[in-house]
């Protein structure tokens, strides 16, 4: 289906008829698949992980992994058709205009210039963060799809907000409540600012939403930054770290889950990690509003 899909015209990943071809194949993906897929959306578990693996993504015939700022895949290439049957299958793919020219397959690579910066294409440690945070429209969900594996097996670190909530305090989740922090725009974002003042725990009290970013999530006061504090430490003592290898796409779900990622040294020679991401969102008019022209790209 992914070879099919990759030989489709224009063969480009961002045009809009590719697109409707990817969204109508996405519904004869393996009838098994469809169904985990649609049982995570309804229930994403307390890891709020999805992990698929066994994805064709002809390991033998990449390219070397690309390390210029900004990287996407604008072609209909086998691993990019996997990713977006999978993705489309999920929900709505979209991306942002100001990150990676709004292209709605994006490569996670190292970048030399960008080596010690809090963002996709840094190799320090990356924060735990949720996605976007600081954006009134989140994705739903971040897919990654290995293609190439880090050196030293480094990865994608996840912690849950359902595994971290029986470890807060009842104070400490009062004060999470209530919009006493602010969230800067991350540096892969070109022209934003920082975000109005918001709570970072919202919805059912046994059940919610996480809204955070440890790099640019900053408390209005001191109680904020303490009860962020112990947050923080409560996600780092649940985490996991999918280690994914060539051919397992990972999906999280971006309202309870967090995602960073360990150090590693880059050798910008074309063999280092190597990943494409697609962001989800599960409902086209919840976001209209930013998306000039009905298109997939939002501002
Ligand atoms: O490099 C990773 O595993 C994740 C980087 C990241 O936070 C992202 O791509 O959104
Ligand atoms: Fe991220």
Redesign the pocket.
Known sequence: MADGLSRIEPRAVDDPGWVAAARAASCELPLRLRQTVRAYRNDPGADGLLLVGGLPIAADALPPTPHVPESAEPDATLPAAVAMLIGLQLGEIVAYRDEKRGSLVQNVVPVRALETSQS?GGSVS?EF?T?NAYHPHRPDY?GLLCLRPAREGVGTTVASVRRALPLLSDKDVAVLREPRFETAAPPSFRNADRSPSHPVLTGHPDDPDIRVDFHATRALDDEGATALHHLGAALESVHGDPELRPGEMVFLDNRLVV??RGAFTPRYDGTDRWLHRVFVHLDNRRNRERRTGGGAVLT
């Open positions: 996709n990356l963060h996605e971040v995602h960073g």
